[in-house]
C-alpha cells in the first residue's frame, strides 16, 4: 500500500551536481523520517542519509559528509538530495524509504522499496 517514486538521476561528470526527488504515496500515516540509500551491482545497499519529520536532525553517511544535503517539504511530500561535487565511488542506484533514527545511528528502516534512480558519474 506504499508507493516510493525516485527522480533527477543520470550521467554527469566528476564534480558535478544533481538533485534527486523521492515522494511517497499510500499508508505511510506513521511515517515520520525519511531516508536515502544507495546500491552500486555487486554491492550490499547502503545507508546515505536521513531526515526528521521536521527537518531539525539529519544524518549522514561519512562517505558523503560535507558534499550531499538532505531536505524536505511536507507541503509537498516530497524528500530531496542535493548531491554536490560528485565523485565515480558514488555511481550507484539511490533510493528513498521511511527510517528511523538517532543522532548517530540508522535504526530501522520500511520494507518498500521503489525502483530507484540511477546515478552515473565519469571520470
Known amino acids: 500500500q506504499v508507493q516510493l517514486v525516485e527522480s533527477g538521476g543520470g550521467l554527469v561528470q566528476a564534480g558535478g551536481s544533481l538533485r534527486l526527488s523521492c515522494t511517497a504515496s499510500?499508508?505511510?500515516?506513521?511515517?515520520?523520517?525519511m531516508g536515502w540509500f544507495r546500491q552500486a551491482p555487486g554491492k550490499e545497499r547502503e545507508f546515505v542519509a536521513a531526515i526528521s519529520w521536521d527537518s531539525e536532525s539529519t544524518l549522514y553517511a561519512d562517505s558523503v559528509k560535507g558534499r550531499f544535503t538532505i531536505s524536505r517539504d511536507n507541503d509537498k511530500s516530497m524528500v530531496y538530495l542535493q548531491m554536490n561535487n560528485l565523485k565515480p565511488e558514488d555511481t550507484a542506484v539511490y533510493y528513498c524509504n521511511g527510517v528511523r533514527f538517532t543522532a548517530t545511528t540508522l535504526t530501522h528502516e520500511y520494507d518498500f522499496w521503489g525502483q530507484g534512480t540511477q546515478v552515473t558519474v565519469s571520470s
Open positions: 499510500g499508508r505511510t500515516f506513521d511515517w515520520y523520517a
